[in-house]
Protein backbone atom coordinates (compact mmCIF):
# COMPACT_ATOMS: atom_id res chain seq x y z
CA UNK A 1 0.00 0.00 0.00
CA UNK A 2 1.49 3.52 -1.21
CA UNK A 3 1.62 5.92 1.74
CA UNK A 4 2.77 9.52 1.83
CA UNK A 5 3.09 10.93 5.07
CA UNK A 6 3.86 14.52 5.44
CA UNK A 7 4.83 16.81 8.90
CA UNK A 8 6.20 20.03 9.45
CA UNK A 9 3.82 22.52 9.20
CA UNK A 10 2.65 24.78 12.04
CA UNK A 11 2.03 28.33 12.82
CA UNK A 12 4.82 30.75 11.96
CA UNK A 13 5.30 34.75 12.19
CA UNK A 14 5.05 36.62 8.79
CA UNK A 15 9.07 36.38 7.73
CA UNK A 16 9.76 33.20 9.36
CA UNK A 17 10.47 29.75 7.71
CA UNK A 18 9.16 26.06 8.28
CA UNK A 19 10.43 22.71 6.27
CA UNK A 20 7.68 20.47 5.44
CA UNK A 21 8.96 16.99 4.63
CA UNK A 22 7.18 13.82 2.88
CA UNK A 23 8.00 10.67 3.06
CA UNK A 24 6.86 8.14 0.23
CA UNK A 25 6.44 4.15 1.36
CA UNK A 26 5.04 1.36 -0.58
CA UNK A 27 7.05 2.41 -4.36
CA UNK A 28 9.31 3.91 -5.53
CA UNK A 29 9.10 7.25 -7.11
CA UNK A 30 12.64 8.04 -7.59
CA UNK A 31 11.86 7.85 -11.36
CA UNK A 32 8.95 10.34 -11.33
CA UNK A 33 7.66 13.32 -10.27
CA UNK A 34 6.83 14.23 -6.47
CA UNK A 35 5.36 17.78 -5.99
CA UNK A 36 3.35 19.88 -3.43
CA UNK A 37 0.45 21.89 -3.67
CA UNK A 38 -1.89 23.98 -1.63
CA UNK A 39 -5.45 24.61 -0.59
CA UNK A 40 -6.47 28.02 1.27
CA UNK A 41 -10.14 28.10 3.07
CA UNK A 42 -12.17 28.85 0.26
CA UNK A 43 -9.69 28.76 -2.18
CA UNK A 44 -8.85 26.40 -5.05
CA UNK A 45 -6.02 23.59 -4.91
CA UNK A 46 -3.13 25.28 -6.47
CA UNK A 47 0.47 24.27 -7.49
CA UNK A 48 3.22 25.19 -5.48
CA UNK A 49 6.58 23.23 -5.99
CA UNK A 50 7.62 19.90 -7.81
CA UNK A 51 10.55 17.89 -8.74
CA UNK A 52 11.64 15.79 -11.72
CA UNK A 53 12.89 12.65 -11.30
CA UNK A 54 16.22 12.25 -9.97
CA UNK A 55 14.86 15.53 -8.57
CA UNK A 56 16.99 16.74 -11.82
CA UNK A 57 14.69 19.68 -12.54
CA UNK A 58 12.41 21.89 -10.40
CA UNK A 59 9.83 24.21 -10.82
CA UNK A 60 7.72 26.56 -9.17
CA UNK A 61 4.85 28.83 -8.67
CA UNK A 62 5.66 32.62 -9.43
CA UNK A 63 4.38 33.38 -5.89
CA UNK A 64 6.47 31.20 -3.92
CA UNK A 65 9.74 31.26 -6.41
CA UNK A 66 12.82 32.52 -5.02
CA UNK A 67 11.48 31.81 -0.95
CA UNK A 68 10.74 28.40 -1.13
CA UNK A 69 12.78 25.34 -1.91
CA UNK A 70 11.76 21.82 -3.43
CA UNK A 71 14.31 18.90 -3.02
CA UNK A 72 14.67 15.05 -2.70
CA UNK A 73 16.73 12.52 -0.90
CA UNK A 74 19.39 10.72 -2.54
CA UNK A 75 16.84 7.60 -2.33
CA UNK A 76 14.14 10.15 -4.08
CA UNK A 77 11.39 8.75 -1.60
CA UNK A 78 10.98 11.65 0.81
CA UNK A 79 10.32 14.97 -0.51
CA UNK A 80 11.23 18.47 1.47
CA UNK A 81 9.65 21.93 0.69
CA UNK A 82 11.54 24.48 2.26
CA UNK A 83 9.34 27.83 2.87
CA UNK A 84 11.38 31.06 3.80
CA UNK A 85 10.16 34.75 3.98
CA UNK A 86 6.45 33.44 5.17
CA UNK A 87 3.81 35.84 4.27
CA UNK A 88 0.22 35.18 5.58
CA UNK A 89 -1.32 34.57 1.74
CA UNK A 90 0.98 31.25 2.34
CA UNK A 91 -1.73 30.06 4.80
CA UNK A 92 -3.10 26.62 3.53
CA UNK A 93 -3.37 23.26 4.12
CA UNK A 94 -0.01 21.94 1.94
CA UNK A 95 -0.46 18.30 0.50
CA UNK A 96 2.25 16.20 -0.82
CA UNK A 97 2.26 14.65 -4.45
CA UNK A 98 3.48 11.61 -5.90
CA UNK A 99 3.13 10.41 -9.68
CA UNK A 100 3.50 6.92 -10.91
CA UNK A 101 4.08 8.23 -14.64
CA UNK A 102 5.13 11.60 -14.94
CA UNK A 103 8.43 12.05 -14.92
CA UNK A 104 9.02 16.07 -14.01
CA UNK A 105 8.53 18.79 -16.31
CA UNK A 106 5.28 20.16 -17.88
CA UNK A 107 3.35 17.68 -16.33
CA UNK A 108 4.23 18.57 -12.95
CA UNK A 109 2.70 21.08 -12.65
CA UNK A 110 -1.00 19.76 -12.85
CA UNK A 111 -2.52 17.65 -9.80
CA UNK A 112 -4.26 15.63 -12.38
CA UNK A 113 -1.05 14.01 -13.38
CA UNK A 114 -0.31 12.72 -9.60
CA UNK A 115 -2.15 9.50 -8.58
CA UNK A 116 -0.60 9.40 -4.58
CA UNK A 117 -1.72 12.34 -2.09
CA UNK A 118 -0.79 12.55 1.19
CA UNK A 119 -3.16 13.76 3.42
CA UNK A 120 -2.20 17.78 4.27
CA UNK A 121 -0.16 19.46 7.07
CA UNK A 122 -1.58 23.00 7.56
CA UNK A 123 0.89 26.08 7.74
CA UNK A 124 -0.25 28.95 9.64
CA UNK A 125 1.19 32.76 9.13
CA UNK A 126 0.41 35.00 11.08
CA UNK A 127 0.87 39.03 10.56
Known amino acids: QVQLVESGGGLVQAGGSLRLSCAASGRNFSSTAMGWFRQAPGKEREFVAS????????RYADSVKSRFTISRDAAGNTVYLQLNSLKPEDTAVYYCAASTYCSGYGCSLVDTYYDYWGQGTQVTVSS
Open 51 to 58: SSWGGLST
